[in-house]
Each structure stands twice: as structure tokens, then as C-alpha cells.
């Protein structure tokens, strides 16, 4: 069985709606008996238990702990930065999904392994159009889905990963999904969703199930 630790909420990012989407697309994996899921802090990661060497994790929650109240505070440290990048390149398999990508140092370990970080979004949602790129390995991929979102706008070095999804919507268009290995692990980073709507859309379920088997070498549940 594989084993995978999710880590998602913070302060913008309430945990429950994630967990909700997290779970609906683990199911068919959960079922099987091919994986299993444990929820996480990130202070169990600052407290060094990756160690346990997990077989996938996955991050929705940015590095500021207080953005309002204490805009520096931040849980990654530099040695934590680089015990993560450690326990990818060893093996392990680490997914940044939408707030993942947020306020990390863009010079650390962390974001050079994930070779692209968020730069900002507009103060309002819209209707983000998410269109898959075809012939990705992620395999032939369904149509594209649209929904109201946080339309992330992200810098990603395109020459060194592999780009599987982009975003476009009144504000813009933007790389929405990217992968690749790293040493010997896997990296992959997704910017949707921020809303239930989003979480929940079919579309994006799908995909992230396509995510989610290729981190962890498994087949796809759709194919």
C-alpha cells in the first residue's frame, strides 16, 4: 500500500473544503486498497517526520503563518527547505496544489525543485478556463472545465518540466499545471482550485486523479 500525507489549509484556505476534494479524488484509490491517506500539519513536516519517508505528499497551504497579523512569520526554514528537497530526490513524490506554490523564497530548495512558484492573483474571482495539454504523461487527458476561481498567475521554467494544463480568464493566461522527476522522485504542482465550486468540479477531480497516479507510479483509475 502506498502512503500518502496531505497537508492542506491555512489562514486564506479553510482545510474542510480541501479535504472534501482531496478525499472524492482519492476514493477510487482508497477503495482498492491501493493507497492510504493521513492527514497532516506542517508542523509535523518542521518537526522532521518525513524521515518516515511517506510515498507521496501533498501541500495545500502557504508558507506565511499570519499574513495579516505577522506578514513574516513562516513555517519553512531553510533546513526544513532542504530536508523536503532531500526526501524528494531519495525517492519520495511531492505534490504543490494551489497554495502550495504560495510565498515560498523563491531562491530556496524548495521552489528550485518544484521549478516554478505563484506570483500573484487578481482581488477577484472569475471564470477560469483550465485546458489540458495534450500528449503530456498524464496520458490523453478529457476537455477542458471552467469554473469561478482564484486564477493563479505562477512563474514556471518550462524548459525544465512539463507542462500538462493552462489557465486563461478575463485577467490573462497562465501555466495551471506542471511535472517532472528529481533526482529519483517526482514533482508535480497544480494551481486550481481555491472555491468549492472548483474543488469539486468533475473536470478537476479527473485530472487530479491523473496527478495523483502518475506521482505515485500507479495506473490511472480512468483509463
Same mark, same amino acid.
Given at each position: 500500500?502506498?502512503?500518502?500525507?496531505?497537508v492542506?489549509?491555512?489562514?486564506?484556505?479553510? /482545510?474542510?473544503?480541501?479535504?472534501?476534494? *482531496?478525499?472524492?479524488?482519492?476514493?477510487?484509490?482508497?477503495?482498492?486498497?491501493?493507497?492510504g491517506?493521513?492527514?497532516?500539519?506542517?508542523?509535523?513536516? %518542521?518537526?522532521?517526520?518525513?524521515?518516515?519517508?511517506?510515498?507521496?505528499?501533498?501541500?495545500f %497551504?502557504?508558507?506565511? *503563518?499570519?499574513?495579516?497579523?505577522?506578514?513574516?512569520?513562516?513555517?519553512?526554514?531553510?533546513?526544513?527547505?532542504?530536508?523536503?528537497?532531500?526526501?524528494?530526490?531519495?525517492?519520495?513524490?511531492?505534490?504543490?496544489?494551489?497554495?502550495?506554490?504560495?510565498?515560498?523564497?523563491?531562491?530556496g /530548495?524548495?521552489? &528550485?525543485?518544484?521549478?516554478g512558484?505563484f506570483l +500573484?492573483?487578481?482581488k477577484?474571482? +472569475?471564470?477560469?478556463?483550465?485546458?489540458?495539454?495534450?500528449?503530456?504523461? *498524464?496520458?490523453?487527458?478529457?476537455?477542458?472545465?471552467?469554473?469561478?476561481?482564484?486564477?493563479?498567475?505562477?512563474?514556471?521554467?518550462?524548459?525544465e518540466?512539463?507542462?500538462?494544463?493552462r489557465?486563461s480568464?478575463?485577467? @490573462?493566461? +497562465?501555466i495551471? @499545471?506542471?511535472?517532472?522527476?528529481y533526482?529519483? @522522485?517526482?514533482?508535480?504542482?497544480?494551481?486550481?482550485?481555491? *472555491?468549492?465550486?472548483?474543488?469539486? &468540479?468533475? @473536470?478537476?477531480?479527473r485530472?487530479?486523479?491523473?496527478?495523483?497516479?502518475? +506521482?505515485?507510479?500507479?495506473e490511472?483509475?480512468?483509463?
Amino acid at each position: 500500500m502506498k502512503t500518502i500525507w496531505a497537508v492542506v489549509g491555512d489562514f486564506y484556505h479553510e /482545510a474542510e473544503p480541501a479535504k472534501k476534494s *482531496l478525499e472524492q479524488v482519492l476514493e477510487p484509490f482508497l477503495v482498492n486498497g491501493q493507497t492510504g491517506l493521513l492527514y497532516k500539519e506542517v508542523s509535523d513536516l %518542521a518537526a522532521g517526520q518525513l524521515g518516515q519517508k511517506p510515498d507521496l505528499v501533498i501541500l495545500f %497551504a502557504e508558507n506565511r *503563518l499570519e499574513p495579516q497579523r505577522d506578514p513574516e512569520a513562516a513555517w519553512m526554514t531553510e533546513d526544513i527547505d532542504r530536508q523536503i528537497e532531500a526526501y524528494v530526490s531519495d525517492g519520495g513524490a511531492w505534490l504543490a496544489w494551489h497554495s502550495g506554490l504560495a510565498s515560498y523564497p523563491e531562491d530556496g /530548495a524548495y521552489v &528550485n525543485m518544484m521549478r516554478g512558484y505563484f506570483l +500573484s492573483h487578481p482581488k477577484e474571482h +472569475s471564470n477560469v478556463t483550465y485546458t489540458p495539454v495534450g500528449g503530456s504523461a *498524464l496520458g490523453e487527458l478529457d476537455c477542458t472545465f471552467r469554473f469561478k476561481d482564484e486564477h493563479y498567475f505562477v512563474a514556471c521554467s518550462e524548459q525544465e518540466t512539463e507542462v500538462f494544463l493552462r489557465s486563461s480568464s478575463r485577467d @490573462g493566461e +497562465s501555466i495551471a @499545471g506542471w511535472l517532472h522527476p528529481y533526482g529519483e @522522485g517526482r514533482v508535480a504542482c497544480v494551481t486550481p482550485a481555491h *472555491l468549492p465550486e472548483g474543488l469539486l &468540479n468533475e @473536470g478537476f477531480i479527473r485530472l487530479m486523479q491523473r496527478v495523483i497516479a502518475w +506521482s505515485l507510479e500507479l495506473e490511472p483509475v480512468d483509463a
